[in-house]
T-cell receptor, first 116, second 119 residues
């Protein structure tokens, strides 16, 4: 089983639609979670961190379910500019975490295409 | 968000040559930087963790003698791909760890990447 799993998509949705992505992770000890956005042939950019209580940033809402070990991202009122690959990232602590070291584990990403 | 630069953005070289990639955190000090590699339509794969003033920690399967990492200052890490071969052609991305008050909330900011093509 992969450490972080995402549906690769693509999700093709019309402008204005609401779309949701899920991501599951295998390490129950994971402490922090993020959603990054990656445009074609570009670097990932932080979209939002995911907090236990859930958090919202404009049209984007992220939620964490520790019991079921999944995180979600909801995008409301989709825009053409939202077309990208959305990467689920889990802080999969590596050795020596007590010394402050850690590493990100990336999902393969979910492709979103918003259609006019 | 924090700014990380990477240079060069694109390299085309002959097989057998060495290529050096620089990663700089421009507006914060990064004790830890990371080097990733991404092949087409695949996820980012961590190659190594670069710690300022100490040796890098390499992921399993990554040859440390082939991918030399130097983190000489709090704002600069370099990756040198030695004796590059066509199979090393990939998108190399660095990131810098920006600390927060809560360690588990530390986030990584990514450089724009270097596209390496080895002929």
């Amino acid at each position: 089983r992969k450490e972080v799993e995402q549906d690769p998509g693509p999700f093709n949705v019309p402008e204005g639609a609401t779309v949701a992505f899920n991501c599951t992770y295998s390490n129950s000890a994971s402490q922090s979670f993020f959603w990054y956005r990656q445009d074609c042939r570009k670097e990932p950019k932080l979209l939002m961190s995911v907090y236990s209580s859930g958090n919202e940033d404009g049209r984007f809402t992220a939620q964490l379910n520790r019991a079921s070990q999944y995180i979600s991202l909801l995008i409301r009122d989709s825009k053409l500019s939202d077309s990208a690959t959305y990467l689920c990232v889990v802080n999969g602590a590596g050795p020596g975490r007590t010394s402050g070291t850690y590493k990100y584990i990336f999902g393969t990403g979910t492709r979103l295409k918003v259609l006019a | 968000g924090a700014v990380v630069s990477q240079h060069p953005s694109r390299v085309i070289c002959k097989s057998g040559t060495s290529v050096k990639i620089e990663c700089r955190s421009l507006d914060f000090q990064a004790t830890t930087m990371f080097w990733y590699r991404q092949f087409p339509k695949q996820s980012l794969m961590l190659m190594a963790t670069s710690n300022e003033g100490s040796k890098a920690t390499y992921e399993q399967g990554v040859e440390k003698d082939k991918f030399l990492i130097n983190h000489a200052s709090l704002t600069l890490s370099t990756l040198t791909v030695t004796s590059a071969h066509p199979e090393d052609s990939s998108f190399y991305i660095c990131s810098a760890r920006a600390p927060s008050i809560l360690m588990e909330r530390d986030t990584q900011y990514f450089g724009p990447g270097t596209r390496l093509t080895v002929l």
